[in-house]
């Protein structure tokens, strides 16, 4: 079996080395608790590895290599922690602390190149990126610059880890609602639809940016045909991909596509935006409602109502519509025209539709 030089004790004890709770560089011999060898320093252990004898010097060094690694690995998370706490600080200190994380987002090398630098830590670079955007996304407004910018920082943090879905999905939804700017939203998607392609929620944002920012709802059906057909997709998709190829620029389908990602989307901002969103297609479903009544009134008298009330009293409406944002609607006698007094444009995909383009 052989002896232990260091305790001179008859079994192989160094196989039993074990840390003390107190201290990670500090090492006891289980073998000699009882006679209050008491614990060894790190200088004592080493030492110690030398004089053991052959039998059990392999095992010793590997135990000492394995708690030297742990004790590396302990010291450089805090290292880590302590620059980023000191980068805050700092950042913190200046009054144009926010305008200072801003230019940090634009000032970073592209992810083709910040990746290979990271050693292997790309996951943990594309989390750390992703906390420091979200302090930038907590400004109540960011100017045109600051979202561009922040669409520099999205696709590095996409290229350093290309499956983070999430980051994918928040990027696009903010980058069409709050900053306006479909394109963007729209290449990040594509980017992360390419790189997740079972994640469904993608290509339906995609769908959504086509059919209302962008008026190209046969470009957005087409979108939404594949996120149904994504594995674990919701089960009224499908049903809404087939309106949506018939029915392009139908106002009730609109609201169907648009209750539906409301459900999905849990940012109050968001579904704030997309509930003023479903109002202005709600006039523009009654307006369709008050041109047909219209139109048919002028068809059996040859001329237009006086009001709009005399489509109520003449038996072609039931009622009058109430504008969804307590307006009015407007009717030109002369012209045959209604808009609303609120909203007196018409949305986009909509009026291509009344044109034919769509």
């Known amino acids: 079996m052989g002896i232990c030089r260091w305790y001179g004790c008859s079994r192989l004890c160094g196989r039993c080395l074990l840390v003390d709770s107190r201290s990670l560089l500090v090492i006891t011999c289980p073998a000699d608790w009882r006679q209050s060898a008491g614990p060894r320093t790190f200088s004592q252990v080493i030492f110690m590895s030398v004089t053991l004898s052959p039998e059990i010097r392999p095992h010793v060094f590997s135990k000492l290599f394995s708690y030297i690694r742990q004790g590396a690995i302990t010291l450089l998370i805090f290292g880590l922690l302590a620059l980023v706490t000191s980068l805050q600080q700092n950042l913190d200190r200046r009054s144009d602390g926010q305008v200072a994380k801003i230019e940090q987002l634009a000032q970073l090398p592209g992810g083709e ?53 999430y980051a994918y999905y928040v990027g696009g939804v903010a980058l069409a609602n709050y900053a306006n700017r479909p394109d963007l939203s729209n290449s990040l998607l594509e980017k992360g639809h390419h790189s997740n392609p079972s994640e469904w929620n993608l290509p339906f944002l995609l769908g959504y940016n086509y059919y209302f920012a962008l008026g190209d709802a046969i470009k957005g059906a087409e979108y939404i045909g594949r996120a149904a057909r994504t594995p674990g997709a919701p089960d009224f998709l499908p049903g809404l991909a087939t309106r949506m190829h018939a029915e392009a620029g139908n106002p009730d389908v609109a609201l169907q596509f648009l209750e539906a990602l409301w459900k999905e989307n849990p940012d109050l901002v968001v579904r704030e935006k997309l509930e003023t969103r479903a109002k202005e297609v709600l006039i523009e479903r009654d307006l369709r409602i008050l041109e047909r009544a219209i139109a048919q009134y002028h068809n059996d008298h040859h001329a237009f109502p006086l009001s709009l009330t005399d489509l109520v009293s003449r038996k072609y409406l039931e009622r009058l519509p109430e504008e969804p944002f307590g307006g009015n609607y407007l009717f030109d006698a002369k012209t045959g025209r209604v808009t609303s007094s609120t909203h007196p444009t018409r949305l986009k995909v909509f009026r291509l539709d009344l044109e034919g383009g769509v």
């Open 113 to 165: 190149y910040l990746k290979p630098a990271l050693l292997g830590y790309h996951h943990l670079g594309a989390d750390l990126l992703w906390l420091r955007l979200l302090q930038v996304w907590g400004k109540k407004k960011n100017t045109n610059n600051e979202y561009e910018w922040m669409y520099h920082a999205l696709d590095v943090i996409t290229t350093l880890d290309p499956r983070y879905a």
